[in-house]
C-alpha cells in the first residue's frame, strides 16, 4: 500500500501540531512546516513521545519563494492542511490600514499561496485540501475586524474554488474550530495594558477581553481539533464545512438561519455592551 503524505503548515505549536503528530499516528507521512524551524522542539518531542517521525521543513506562507523551495522536490502529495495563521485584536480607528494589510497577508493571502502551489500535486493524486478557518470566519467579531475579514476571504474563496477542484478530483473543506486550548491568543501579543490606550472603546475593549477569557477558559483542546482532522484526511467523502465542536456548531448556526443580522447583533452587542 502506498503510504500517503500530508503538508500541514503552522505546526509548530497548537492545532497544526497536534494535527502532524496524530497524521503520523494515523500512519501518514508528514511534512510539518513552520516560518522557523529553530521552533520545532516542541513537535519533534511530540512525535518522539508518540513513537513517530514527522519531516520538518522551513515555509513562510506569505513568501512565494518559500513556499515553492518547500513543495521543491515533492513526488506525490495527497493532502494540504492549511493550519498557518495569526490572530490579531484591534478595530480601525486605531490601527493602519498596513496593519490589516499584514493579517490579511498571513490569514488569506498564505493561504492561497500554498493551496496555488500544491494543487498540481493533489489533482494527480485525487487529493483533498483542508484549510482551518475559524468561526470567525462566518461571524464577524468585537475587535476581530482585521482577523474576520482574512477569515471570511478565505471560506469564501474555498467555497468558490470546491466545485472547480472537485471537476479534477480535488476535494476542498473547511475546518471552522471555536474556541481552543492553544498558544493562538497568547500569540497576538496584546498588551496587558490594550484597555488603557484603547481610548474611547477602552470599556467595550475590556468587556470584550473579560467575556474572551471566559470563552477560552472552557475551551477545546488542540488534540480534539486534531483528531477530527485526522478524520477528515481518511473520509471518502469529507463535508465542505466541518464545525469541530458542539459550541461552534450552536454559534455558526446562529448565523446560518439568521436572515437579516439582527440574532448576531444582538449576541455580539453583547459582548461588548
Known sequence: MTIKTVLITGTSSGIGLSTAVAAARSGWQVIATMRDTTKAGALLAAAEEAGVAVEVRALDVTDP???EACLAGLDRLD????????GHVGTLEQESVEDVRAVMEVNFFGVLHVTKAALPLLRAS?????????VGGVIGQPFNEAYCAAKFAVEGFMES???????????????????????????????DDAPEQAGPY????SRYLERTRGAFAHAQTSQDVA????????AERPAFRVLTSDAARTFVGTKLKDLDGSAVQALTNSWVA
Open 65 to 67: 519563494a518559500s513556499v
Open 79 to 86: 493532502a494540504l492542511v492549511n493550519n498557518a495563521g495569526a
Open 126 to 134: 485525487k487529493g483533498r485540501v483542508l484549510t482551518v478557518t475559524s
Open 161 to 191: 474554488l470546491a466545485p472547480v477542484a472537485a471537476t479534477a478530483g480535488v476535494h476542498v473543506s473547511v475546518v471552522e474550530p471555536g474556541a481552543v486550548a492553544s498558544e493562538f491568543v497568547s500569540n497576538v501579543g496584546l498588551p
Open 202 to 205: 477602552a470599556p467595550a475593549l
Open 227 to 234: 483528531a477530527r482532522m485526522v478524520d477528515l484526511l481518511a
